[in-house]
Nanobody, 128 residues
Framework: QVQLVESGGGSVQAGGSLRLSCAASGLTSSAKCMAWFRQAPGKERERVATISLVNMFTYYADSVEGRFTISQDNAGNTFYLQMNSLKPEDTAMYYC?????????????????????WGKGTLVTISS
């Protein structure tokens, strides 16, 4: 059974940085993509960054490109989202999620309902 646990959220001022972590257990070779999503109050859940677990290719939403970096530790058990130059509009609950099955190529097109496993989220608040 896949379990995902996020940590690292908090409150920072605009322009600051945070690093989110996602501790994963139970992953098998069927896991193809890992993604960070976020959901602000009253808005839909959106994907901000994805990493292919097959070839480590990464994909980013336009809104975070150049500011956020997704990565994985060497053991493949922990995923990170380094967030720099944070803006008030980055305020949201951040979730990590894993998709099993399919092709790594699909990692760049994922929607929330494509994901098979979710963490419970960690809250990020950016003040101006």
């Amino acid at each position: 059974q896949v379990q995902l646990v996020e940590s690292g959220g908090g409150s920072v001022q605009a322009g600051g940085s945070l690093r989110l972590s996602c501790a994963a257990s139970g992953l098998t070779s069927s896991a193809k993509c890992m993604a960070w999503f976020r959901q602000a109050p009253g808005k839909e859940r959106e994907r901000v960054a994805t990493i292919s677990l097959v070839n480590m290719f990464t994909y980013y939403a336009d809104s975070v490109e150049g500011r956020f970096t997704i990565s994985q530790d060497n053991a493949g058990n922990t995923f990170y989202l380094q967030m720099n130059s944070l803006k008030p509009e980055d305020t949201a609950m951040y979730y990590c999620a894993v998709k099993s099955g399919g092709s790594w190529y699909q990692c760049q097109f994922l929607a929330a309902n494509d994901m098979n496993y979710w963490g419970k989220g960690t809250l990020v608040t950016i003040s101006s």
